[in-house]
């Protein structure tokens, strides 16, 4: 691995979810080699989040867009096609994806939710060091341009494009690439062109997604072993422990947890630049 070439931002997503998910992301910034965390802005803990981020100023913080399963920042009225009867955004996530892109009643409301994110980030005072979305909905081609074009407003600099090597998980553990990863791909690597080609920067390679709720001490060390050069991200669900409100079925948080302050992998990160996103831009 050529380290002069290389540079690593180490992620947790969920900021802001629950008190669990926040500790975690202060144990791992503390003690660990988390370097960057995304903030959900309409979710109850997120106060809680902002106030551990001002205590930790070299924890790069940015906005994890949550248009899916999750909380909405604009009350229902302002936008009833975007939450379901539980009163929280959609799940289903393909029919969903094709209002947004046939509707332009949808497209609408979903835009005025992305401001209203951006928005409640900026109140936060924070340096908005990055902007990715829950389960990567911003893939979505519609919602795509919408971020390029609202996130410039807002001084967005850096965006998480899951292009996700197989070739390098497979050096690490044999991995059968599963529905979402499959299908993420194509409209990754289109979405990191479309990106850059906008003046955003973008990682080379990105890696959460194969393996995601399951980033294991092995797992994670075994990719920092095996970085390819230039600008990665790896990104992660750490929680003290599950269970909690919002929480992903069969999400192994308290493992992603130990995998980010292990020994084994807080030593082979030792000799890679840590950081923020923005310092790609």
């Known amino acids: 691995m050529d380290q002069a070439a290389t540079s690593l931002v180490v992620t947790a997503d969920d900021f802001g979810l629950s008190p669990e998910v926040n500790k975690a992301v202060e144990i791992a910034h503390r003690d660990g080699i988390l370097s960057a965390a995304s903030l959900m802005v309409a979710e109850p803990w997120c106060a809680d989040a902002v106030a551990r981020a001002r205590r930790l100023p070299n924890l790069a913080v940015g906005l994890h867009l949550t248009l899916v399963e999750g909380r909405a920042v604009l009350p229902r009225a302002a936008i009833p096609d975007l939450i ?30 992305i401001r209203a994110q951006f928005e409640a980030f900026a109140r936060t005072g924070l340096a908005l060091d990055h902007v990715n979305a ?60 479309r990106a850059r080609r906008a003046g955003f920067a973008a990682a080379d390679q990105v890696f959460g997604l194969a393996w995601s709720g399951a980033m294991t001490p092995t797992r994670v060390a075994g990719l920092l072993r095996h970085l390819p050069p230039g600008r990665t991200e790896i990104y992660t669900h750490p929680a003290v422990a599950g269970g909690f409100d919002g929480a992903a079925s069969g999400y192994r948080y308290a493992e992603e947890l130990a995998a980010l302050v292990a020994p084994e992998v807080i030593e082979a990160a030792a000799a890679i630049p840590r950081g923020g996103c923005a310092a790609w831009s």
């Open 84 to 113: 379901g009867p539980d009163g929280r955004l959609r799940t289903d996530l393909a029919r969903y994806g094709a209002e947004i892109f046939f509707r332009p009643r949808v497209k609408r409301q979903v835009a005025a939710e």
């Open 134 to 193: 829950h389960k990567h909905y911003h893939l979505h081609p519609t919602i795509a341009g919408l971020v390029l074009q609202i996130g410039r407003e807002f001084g967005m600099t850096a965006l998480r494009v899951p292009v996700e090597p197989a070739a390098v998980l497979s050096v690490v553990e044999p991995v059968a690439r599963g529905l979402e990863a499959r299908v993420a791909g194509p409209y990754a690597t289109l979405l990191r062109r």
